[in-house]
């Protein structure tokens, strides 16, 4: 059973960079041909897909987001982490991290729980 769980500070001040931690369990990162995905949610929104790293390390970014997104990994730790720059309020969300299944249609097959992540001053 794979299991995702998301970690970082909750409130974020604006113009500063949000980071978060997805660490994985149950399941390499490095499997072929997993992609391991950030999505957030902002209240009262949809779900909207942020970027993803592949099992290779190579990495896809949201268009509206690229310029502000980095995502990154550390396979000694098994974690993927996404940093946001440049963040308003409009960038407070619930942050997901999920794993995409390439053999089951490239849906999302496992969801960590979740963070709240706040942009305040």
């Known amino acids: 059973q794979v299991q995702l769980q998301e970690s970082g500070p909750g409130l974020v001040k604006p113009s500063q960079t949000l980071s978060l931690t997805c660490t994985v369990s149950?399941?390499?990162?490095?499997?072929?041909?997993?992609?391991w995905s950030w999505i957030r949610q902002p209240p009262g929104k949809g779900l909207e897909w942020m970027g993803a790293?592949?099992?290779?390390?190579?990495?896809l970014y949201s268009p509206s987001l690229k310029s502000r997104t980095s995502i990154s990994r550390d396979t000694s730790k098994n974690q993927f982490t996404l940093q946001l720059s440049s963040v308003t309020p409009e960038d407070t969300a619930v942050y997901y991290c999920?794993?995409?299944?390439?053999?089951?249609?490239?849906?999302?097959?496992?969801w960590g729980q979740g963070t709240q992540v706040t942009v305040s001053s």
């Open positions: 999920a794993r995409v299944d390439p053999f089951g249609g490239y849906e999302y097959d496992y």
């Open positions: 149950g399941g390499s990162i490095t499997t072929d041909y997993y992609y």
């Open positions: 790293i592949a099992y290779s390390g190579s990495t």
